[in-house]
C-alpha cells in the first residue's frame, strides 16, 4: 500500500474548507494529508517523497523496503529504516548479493528491523537480480525509469478522488510482471506502484499541496538515465 493510499481513512478530512485529502499544517502550508503531522512523517513527505530519485541505492533500498512494508504501515518501516540500512550494508545491492545463510540468521536476530525470513531472503534474492539488472541496463535508474508513464496515462487533475483510486496502474503492472520474469520476488504491481510514487516517477502530491510544484518542477529539469 503507498503512503498515499494509507491516509486515505481518517485524518485527511479538509480542514479550513480544504479540498479532501490536504491537511494544513502548523507552518501554514497545505500538504497531502496522509502525514498526519507527525513530525518524522511530514518530513519524508515534505523532502522526499515524489521527488525523482536516480541514486541506484535508493531506488533498490525503496523497492526492497515497500517489500518489507506488505501487511505494514509505511510510518512502521520509515521508523526502522536505520536499523534496515545498518542489517543492509546501506543497501548496496552489490554487497548484500555476498550475504548468505549467516546473514539471513543475524537478520532474524536484528529487534530493528522487520524479522520476517521469507523478506530477508527476498531482500538478498533482488541484490542478485539487481547486479545482474544494472550489469545489462547500465544502472537500476536506466531500467525503473523506462517504466515510467506517459502524461496520456496519468490523470488530467491529481486530486484525492483520482489519486485514491491508483492502487496500482498499467505501467506498475508492466513493472511488476518484468521484474518477476527476471527473479525479482515481493514486486506485486501495488507494491511498485508505491514505489513509483515514492520515486517520482509519478507525481502524486495532490494539487494544493505545496510540495506538488517543487517536485514537478524537478521532475521537468530531470535528464533521464537511459
Keep these: 500500500m503507498s503512503e498515499a493510499a494509507e491516509g486515505q481513512g481518517g485524518g485527511t478530512e479538509a480542514r479550513d474548507d480544504l479540498p479532501r485529502g490536504l491537511l494544513r499544517g502548523?507552518?501554514?502550508?497545505?500538504?497531502?494529508?496522509?502525514?498526519?503531522?507527525?513530525?518524522?512523517?511530514?518530513?519524508?513527505?515534505?523532502?522526499?517523497?515524489?521527488?525523482?530519485?536516480?541514486?541506484?541505492?535508493?531506488?533498490?533500498?525503496?523497492?526492497?523496503?515497500?517489500?518489507?512494508?506488505?501487511?505494514?504501515?509505511?510510518?512502521?518501516?520509515?521508523?526502522?529504516?536505520?536499523?534496515?540500512?545498518?542489517?543492509?550494508?546501506?543497501?548496496?545491492?552489490?554487497?548484500?548479493?555476498?550475504?548468505g545463510?549467516?546473514?539471513?540468521?543475524?537478520?532474524?536476530?536484528?529487534?530493528?528491523?522487520?524479522?520476517?525470513?521469507?523478506k530477508i531472503v527476498s531482500t538478498i534474492n533482488n541484490a542478485r537480480r539487481a547486479c545482474d539488472l544494472a550489469a545489462e541496463r547500465g544502472s537500476l535508474a536506466a531500467y525503473f525509469w523506462s517504466f515510467e508513464p506517459g502524461p496520456q496515462d496519468r490523470p488530467d487533475y491529481c486530486d484525492h478522488a483520482s489519486v485514491s483510486v491508483?492502487?496500482?496502474?498499467?505501467?506498475?503492472?508492466?513493472?511488476?510482471?518484468?521484474l518477476k520474469k527476471r527473479g525479482w520476488s515481493?514486486?506485486?504491481?501495488?507494491?511498485?506502484?508505491?514505489f513509483m510514487q515514492a520515486m517520482g516517477l509519478v507525481n502524486d502530491h495532490l494539487e494544493g499541496c505545496w510540495v506538488r510544484e517543487e517536485a514537478e518542477r524537478q521532475r521537468r529539469a530531470l535528464v533521464r538515465p537511459t
Design 26 to 99: 502548523e507552518d501554514g502550508r497545505c500538504r497531502c494529508g496522509w502525514h498526519g503531522n507527525k513530525p518524522d512523517y511530514l518530513v519524508y513527505h515534505d523532502k522526499e517523497w515524489g521527488r525523482p530519485v536516480t541514486d541506484d541505492r535508493r531506488l533498490f533500498e525503496k523497492i526492497c523496503l515497500e517489500g518489507f512494508q506488505s501487511g505494514l504501515s509505511w510510518l512502521t518501516i520509515l521508523r526502522k529504516r536505520e536499523s534496515f540500512r545498518a542489517g543492509f550494508a546501506g543497501f548496496d545491492f552489490e554487497a548484500v548479493a555476498r550475504f
Design 101 to 118: 545463510d549467516a546473514d539471513v540468521e543475524r537478520l532474524l536476530q536484528d529487534a530493528g528491523i522487520v524479522r520476517h525470513r521469507g
Design 166 to 178: 491508483l492502487a496500482q496502474t498499467p505501467a506498475s503492472r508492466a513493472l511488476s510482471k518484468d
Design 186 to 194: 515481493f514486486v506485486g504491481p501495488t507494491t511498485v506502484y508505491a
